[in-house]
């Protein structure tokens, strides 16, 4: 993750704030931060699941004026951060996934869950008389 800043009136080119490789971050409700040692707070909510992550750095910052600021993620990071904030979510589709698993085990008698139905007589069709 990269959160860079350039002028907004006048700009002369982008300014680091802050880098950080998030899938490496430590994790945790309540941890310490400093210079060379980001850390990701996880934040629960009245569910006691994780509701938001906030990125605590360090960063020398000498500015003055209007800045854009911009925030790059890479699609490991954004997986990592999804996996943070929903692993009630994870867990539970890992269950239900194995539970779909067991019972075609149990319904098709073998361990192979590709294997096929088996096969049931064709029924004739239904003939109506007049």
Request: contains cysteine; hydrophobic residues 40%; aromatic residues 8%.
């Amino acid at each position: 993750m990269r959160i860079t800043a350039a002028g907004w009136a006048r700009n002369h080119g982008e300014v680091t704030i802050t880098e950080a490789d998030l899938t490496a971050v430590k994790a945790d409700e309540k941890l310490t931060y400093g210079p060379n040692n980001p850390g990701l707070v996880l934040s629960k909510g009245w569910s006691r699941h994780v509701r938001q992550v906030q990125l605590c750095c360090f960063a020398q910052m000498r500015f003055t004026g209007d800045y854009a600021v911009r925030v790059t993620l890479e699609k490991e990071e954004i997986a990592r951060l999804y996996a943070l904030t929903h692993a009630k979510e994870i867990e539970e589709l890992k269950r239900v996934q194995l539970t779909i698993a067991d019972a075609s085990k149990f319904i098709l008698g073998s361990d192979d869950p590709s294997a096929e139905l088996p096969q049931t007589p064709a029924q004739p069709a239904f003939e109506r008389r007049f």
